[in-house]
Nanobody, 127 residues
Framework: QVQLVESGGGLVQAGDSLRLSCTAS????????MGWFRQAPGKEREFVAA????????YYADSLKGRFTVSKDNAKNTVYLQMNSLKPEDTAAYYC????????????????????WGQGTQVTVSS
């Protein structure tokens, strides 16, 4: 059983930065990936970024490249999402995602590679 706990959301102004954290427990992470999706009110959940646990390969939604950075700390079983130059359209609930235990996944923008979800953390960007 995997538990994912996010933190770091909040209310910020346009142009500000935030860093989200997601700490995983209950598993080892060799050969799989973790990442972030977001869901705005009335919209579908969309892929934001992901990172492969073993070699650190990163994946981003095209529209967010250059503003968002995903990183990890293996020792802390934690993945981070650094969000810079935030815009009102970045307002959403941000969900941590992890691939199934002990499974090498193909990271795509779909949710098919996700085995576990966090509870979500709200990010609100005011104009």
């Amino acid at each position: 059983q995997v538990q994912l706990v996010e933190s770091g959301g909040g209310l910020v102004q346009a142009g500000d930065s935030l860093r989200l954290s997601c700490t995983a427990s209950g598993r080892t992470f060799s050969g799989d990936a973790m990442g972030w999706f977001r869901q705005a009110p009335g919209k579908e959940r969309e892929f934001v970024a992901a990172i492969r646990w073993d070699d650190g390969s990163t994946y981003y939604a095209d529209s967010l490249k250059g503003r968002f950075t995903v990183s990890k700390d293996n020792a802390k079983n934690t993945v981070y999402l650094q969000m810079n130059s935030l815009k009102p359209e970045d307002t959403a609930a941000y969900y941590c995602a992890a691939g199934p235990p002990d499974t090498v996944v193909t990271v795509t923008t779909s949710q098919r590679w996700v085995g576990s979800w966090g509870q979500g953390t709200q990010v609100t960007v005011s104009s």
